[in-house]
Structure formats: structure tokens, C-alpha cells
């Protein structure tokens, strides 16, 4: 009996190390539903039927159900959608269903094993009868268990963030459409104060004496860099809200630069500023906006000449390179501090100068950023305060098609 006895033993322990495995997997699962549960944004496991087998608590609360209303339901009617409810019919069969970003990534990951990631959309859904549609950003994993396709959808909740930026373009829009009206309405009567001044002191109005003439100098200038301000916000708001209109044509490039460099001429000369113009050996026929282009170099040139004191040097050079034709303008002025080169572009942004600040809007390189990126090309700038400052743009001979950007 004794020998007998041994082997039950040995054998005696083995039921209670099964169940202490058992016991562990059991814990274990329970865990990985507690993980599952807890996760903060909306999880839903998902069968090659489109039904739904397993949800969160957040998932749960968000459809306003109980469980036993969710699990093993399809997919529309577990998540209440309003094919379902509203129109009653089984999901799937109604004509937004085929349209539906859910269903359709759903099923695209199920047939083709790939993962879809931050894909945002609009739902059909009334989630606890909102009277918002809810908007969320849409991620699907595929899953083997046991042999059968499933796929883990997780649905975060992006609603409010959409509605704050629904309603921050809203304002910047209004804001926007205030900018131009208002400098719209100016626009008439500094033209009236400026035809009023220019007839005062062209003398049509009596002879000036020397003071008077001096202040109303003073005071047309003042205009004529009010008017500036002015075009320049009317400028940058169309360009920047992409109702600026291009008009692209075929010409040659290097006389239209030509034409805007003797435009500036006699600033240039009146500034005691010694401004060289070099149209390198090439062919620079192009597509772009004459205008435009127009408005760029003289606007380059402008800046040039107010930021170099008299008796310094601007040049100004043109030269093809492959599919792209290069402008180089380049000024001995005051220079641009290595700090504040990557906000020179900013609308408004005004470099610092103890001492030396320069009136201007704020507006000249924003603009030309913008009409640089329309044309599909690019802008860099090199600068050594109080010895050079070079800014180069690159414009390709054929722009694409589709060059509405803001910078």
C-alpha cells in the first residue's frame, strides 16, 4: 500500500497547478479588460460582420447605453446611428451607409490587414441627441483572436476642438473683412487731402512762403506714407486670405525686372544710394505675374534703399540657373541681427533699432513671401548687420498650376 501511496503523491499537486494557471490567465484577462475600460477615449472591438463585441465604459457613456444594448449589435445600431433610429433601418442598408467613413474604414481594414491612422470626419451619428454632428478623429487596428479577423476602432472625440476652430477662423474672417473695409474707406479721403495738398502747394491756391511750403511738404509725405500703410494691409489681406488674383502669362522676365529697377532710379539717386543693376548673359522667358513681379523688385529695392545710409552701394543682379531664374538684390545698409531673421517675414514684426528706427509698415517682405510662394519659388536672406544684407529669391520658369499659399 505504501508503494501504491507514492505515486499519488507526486501526482496529487498537478490539479492545483492547473487551476493556479488557470487562475492566472483569468487574472490576467480581467486585468486587460480593466486597462481597456480605463483608457480615456472611445475603444470598440469589431468582428468581419461588422458587429461589435466588446466596448469601454467611454464608448459606453458616449452613446448614453447600457452594454447589453451595444454588445454583439451591429455596428450603426450599437453606436445609434440615425440610419438605425431615425430612419429605421438595419445598418448598412441605407444610402448614406455606403458613403459612411466609418463603415468604410472599417471594412478597408478588415479585407486589407493595413491600419488606418488619424483620419478625421464628421459623424451621421446622434450620440445623446446632440444637436451637433460630432466630429472625430479615427484610428483602426487589425487583430487576429483565435483564428478570426477582428479590428480594435478607437474614435476620439474632437467635437469641441472643431467648434473652437470653426469659430476662430469665423472671427479671424470678420476681423479680416473689418482690416479692408476700413482701409477701403480710407482710401477716399486720403486721396481728396492729397489732390488738396498738391494743388496748395503747387501755388493754384496763392503763393507759399517758406515755412508753409515746408510743413505742407511735411504733411504730403505723411499722406503718401499713410496711403502706403494702407495698400500694403489691403495687399497682405487679400494675398494672405488667397483672394489676391494672379494673372500668369508668358514674357521675358529679365525687362520687367529691367523696368522696376529704373522705376527706382531716381529714389535711389535722391537716397545718394549707388544702385547697380547686372542682367547676367541668358534667356529669361517665363511664366509669372508682370505686375507682381513688378511690385516684388521695387518693393526689394525700396527696403534696400531706406535701410542704407547715403553714400552706400545696392545691387542688383539677375542670372538663370536650370529651371529657375535667380534674383539678387543686395544693399550695404544696417543689416538684419542673426535673431531676427527667422521673424522677419511675420506681418508687422519691425526689427529693433535703438536709435536708428526707420518708419515703415511691417508689410514689404511679408508680401513679398507671399507673392514668392504664389509663383511656386523661394526666398532666403543673408545678413551682417552694418556690412551687407542679400536677398535672394528663386523663381521657377514654370510655375505649378496650383501655388495659392500663405506663408
Known amino acids: 500500500m505504501k508503494n501504491s501511496e507514492k505515486p499519488n503523491d507526486i501526482l496529487s499537486p498537478k490539479p492545483l497547478r492547473s487551476e493556479t494557471i488557470e487562475s492566472l ?3 490576467k484577462r480581467k486585468n486587460l479588460e480593466a486597462i481597456f475600460d480605463a483608457v480615456p477615449v472611445n475603444l470598440l472591438l469589431v468582428d468581419e460582420d461588422l458587429i461589435v463585441v466588446r466596448v469601454n465604459d467611454t464608448t ?11 454588445i454583439n449589435k451591429p455596428l450603426g445600431q450599437a453606436l445609434y446611428c440615425k440610419i ?12 448614406l451607409c455606403k458613403k459612411c467613413p466609418l463603415r468604410q474604414n472599417v471594412q478597408k481594414v478588415l479585407d486589407s490587414s493595413q491600419p488606418v491612422n488619424e483620419f478625421e470626419f464628421q459623424s451621421e451619428t446622434h450620440f445623446q441627441n446632440r444637436n451637433v454632428k460630432p ?15 477582428y479590428v480594435v476602432v478607437c474614435l476620439n472625440d474632437i467635437t469641441e476642438r472643431k467648434l473652437a476652430e470653426e469659430k476662430l477662423v469665423e472671427t479671424m474672417e470678420m476681423k479680416s473683412q473689418f482690416i479692408s473695409t476700413v482701409s477701403h474707406e480710407l482710401r477716399t479721403p486720403l486721396a481728396a487731402v492729397k489732390e488738396g495738398l498738391d494743388i496748395v502747394l503747387q501755388g493754384e491756391a496763392g503763393r507759399l512762403n517758406k515755412k508753409q511750403k515746408q510743413f505742407l511738404e511735411i504733411s504730403t509725405r505723411n499722406v503718401d506714407r499713410l496711403n502706403s500703410l494702407v495698400n500694403d494691409v489691403l495687399d497682405f489681406q487679400k494675398l494672405e486670405s488667397g ?3 494672379f494673372n500668369f502669362a508668358p514674357a521675358d522676365l529679365g525687362q520687367v525686372v529691367t523696368e522696376a529697377a529704373e522705376s527706382m532710379t531716381l529714389v535711389a539717386k535722391k537716397a545718394d544710394v549707388n544702385m547697380s543693376v547686372e542682367i547676367k548673359p541668358g534667356i529669361y522667358h517665363a511664366v509669372f505675374d508682370h505686375d507682381k513681379i513688378i511690385q516684388l523688385i521695387t518693393n526689394l529695392l525700396s527696403n534696400a534703399i531706406k535701410f542704407t545710409p547715403s553714400g552706400g552701394k545696392i545691387s542688383l543682379v539677375l542670372q538663370p540657373q536650370s529651371d529657375e531664374i535667380i534674383i539678387t538684390v543686395s544693399d550695404t545698409g544696417l543689416g538684419i541681427p542673426k535673431e531676427d531673421l527667422p521673424k522677419i517675414f511675420q506681418r508687422f514684426y519691425r526689427v529693433k533699432r535703438p536709435g536708428k528706427q526707420i518708419a515703415g509698415t511691417g508689410l514689404g517682405l511679408p508680401i513679398i513671401a507671399q507673392i ?4 511656386g519659388g523661394r526666398i532666403l536672406v543673408d545678413s551682417q548687420p552694418d ?7 528663386c523663381l521657377p520658369k514654370n510655375p505649378p498650376k496650383n501655388t495659392n499659399k500663405t506663408i
Not at 466630429?135 to 479577423?149: A, D, H, M, Q, R
Not at 551687407?388 to 529669391?393: A, C, N, V, Y
Open 387 to 393: 556690412i551687407e544684407t542679400t536677398f535672394t529669391i
Open 84 to 95: 438605425v433610429t431615425v430612419e429605421k433601418k438595419t445598418c448598412g442598408s441605407g444610402e
Open 135 to 149: 466630429w472625430f478623429v479615427l484610428s483602426i487596428e487589425p487583430v487576429t483572436i483565435e483564428g478570426k479577423k
Open 60 to 70: 459606453r457613456k458616449l452613446v448614453g447605453k447600457d452594454y447589453t444594448e451595444i
Open 243 to 245: 483672394k489676391m488674383k
Open 372 to 375: 514668392v510662394l504664389n509663383h
Open 25 to 27: 490567465i483569468e487574472r
